[in-house]
């Protein structure tokens, strides 16, 4: 029986073979929705989608886009926000 935690489908259920031959129950969490463009909500792509600890250990230009609005808008939309910004 799992423990109680683990009982809930908050956790994804991975069956594994250990090299005695036995098949267990590994619990593993979610990965976390795709990140998506605040204007237009397409997918954004250059941003990872893992959990926070696996992004923490990863290096900054690892995680998001260097560009403008990296992270924020994809890059139709930061390119129109730029033209937008110029012509004012």
Known sequence: MP????RSRTFRRIHKRTPGGKTVMHYVRRK???????KCGKVLSGMPRELPYKIRAMS???????RVFGGNLCS??????IKAKARV
């Open 3 to 6: 423990t109680p935690s683990h």
């Open 32 to 38: 976390p929705s795709k990140h998506t463009c605040g």
């Open 60 to 66: 900054k230009s690892e995680r998001r886009p260097t």
């Open 76 to 81: 139709a939309c930061s390119r129109s926000a």
